[in-house]
Each structure stands twice: as C-alpha cells, then as structure tokens.
C-alpha cells in the first residue's frame, strides 16, 4: 500500500487531478464511473481515509448519497401525467449514476482533504493564483487554509457539544435542543477564532512570503499525473468515436 500514498505526493498536481475528474464524472459513461468509484476507493483505503474520518462521519456521507439518489428515484418515478406507467428500470439506473458520481466527487473531495494539509493546499492555491492576483495571491492562500482548519473543527466542536448534552441529560425538549446546539457551537468557535488569529500572526503567516512555494514539480510526479489524466480521458474519447 505504500505505493499507493498520496501524502508525499504535491498538492498542486493532486488540485489538478481532483478538478480534472470532478468534471468528467459528469460526461462520461456508467462503466467509467464505475472505474472511477473503484479506484478512488483503493486510494482511500491504502491511505486509511477510513481511519482518519471515522466510521461515524463515513456513514453521514453514505446516508448524503442515498438520500439525494432516492428522491432521485422517487422523482423520476413519479408520473407528470396521468395514465403514463413510470419506467422503474430506467428511474433506479439513473438514481445508482447519480449516487456513483456523487460518491466520486465526495471521495476525491476527502482524499484531498485528509492526504494534504491546510497550509499545503494554501500554497499551492497561491501558486495557481499568482498569474492572476500577483502579490495578493497570498490572501485566497490563507483564506483557503483557515476554512480547511475551521471545517473539522467545527464538525469535533458540533460532536463535543451533543455529548455534552446527552451526558448532562438538562430537561429541554428537541426544539429547545435544536435551536441551542447551533448557538454554543458558534459562541465556542468565536472564542476559538481569536486564538487562531494570534497563532496566525505568531507564525508569520499573515505575510505574501509566507505563501510564496519555490519548490519546483517533481518529474515522476508529473509523469504519473500525465497517465492518470489519459485513462480518466480514454472512456470520453472512446464514447466520442
């Protein structure tokens, strides 16, 4: 499985491998996003993608999937005129290519996520922008990075609270429940936010040089890149001809 890695592999070549597939898992045919749902799930367990989610947050993104590929379903399967018989073969294909691409975008999504770090996606989003915004390619860069910090954190901040609350049993009802978590969960991560800042401000990382990568492209990486790109093309170009 080690072969299999993508933590040493560069962020920059990784965006690009994601954005590019993202965009053919809506064009190209059932099979391929087959094909694409398999290996992204190779990549993700040679990684331990599972291990570092946990099996509570890989089954909210399952129960995501089913959800939207069953109204899917029951749209489809729902007549706009009267007398017409639904065809329910074609209504569950379509809601099963629907949850294969969904699976796909989300697990790239995640396999980015959980095999680069927050500064690491930064820098190289500053290296894409920096044709464009010059100078100022380090702001989105820093953006970019915090959001990535406060995503997790606000889902352990979320977890923390609703065990706190199940723990302490208070006597309130499912509305009053409903209408407290949201409000503890931003109130705990506005105090977490001050002491994001200054740790931003400690470590430099409020500065253009702090988001300026001079390491080059590695060759094998990018070879490697090339023929990954060419087989996540070659069932477009075959659905083409």
């Known amino acids: 499985m080690k072969t299999l890695s993508l933590l040493s592999f560069d962020s920059r070549l ?111 989003l500053s290296w894409f922008m920096r044709p464009i915004l010059g100078k100022r390619s380090w702001e989105p860069a820093l953006s970019l990075a915090l959001m990535i910090h406060f995503i997790p954190l606000i889902q352990k901040t979320f977890s ?24 503890a969960v931003l109130r705990i991560c506005a105090q977490k936010t001050w002491t994001q800042t200054v740790a931003v401000a400690a470590r430099k990382l409020d500065s253009p040089d702090a988001w300026t990568q001079q390491i080059p492209l590695p060759i094998s990486q990018i070879i490697i890149s090339f023929c990954a790109l060419c087989a996540a093309f070659l069932p477009l170009a075959l659905a083409t001809q």
């Open 14 to 124: 990784k965006i690009i491998l994601a954005a590019t597939i993202g965009i053919l898992t809506w064009h190209v045919p059932a099979y391929a996003l087959c094909i694409y749902t398999a290996v992204i799930l190779i990549l993700g367990i040679g990684n331990k993608v599972h291990l570092t989610l946990g099996s509570r947050t890989i089954a909210t993104y399952l129960y995501f999937i089913l959800l939207w590929a069953g109204i899917k379903f029951a749209l489809d399967c729902t007549p706009i005129f009267q007398g017409i018989t639904p065809d329910y073969q074609a209504a569950f294909l379509s809601s099963g290519i629907l949850a294969l691409r969904l699976s796909i975008l989300i697990g790239i999504g995640l396999l980015l996520a959980t095999t680069s770090s927050a500064r690491q996606l930064g820098l190289a």
């Open 160 to 183: 923390q609270v609703m065990q706190a609350m199940e723990l302490r049993n208070p006597p309130r009802s499912k509305w009053q429940r409903f209408l407290l978590v949201p409000q």
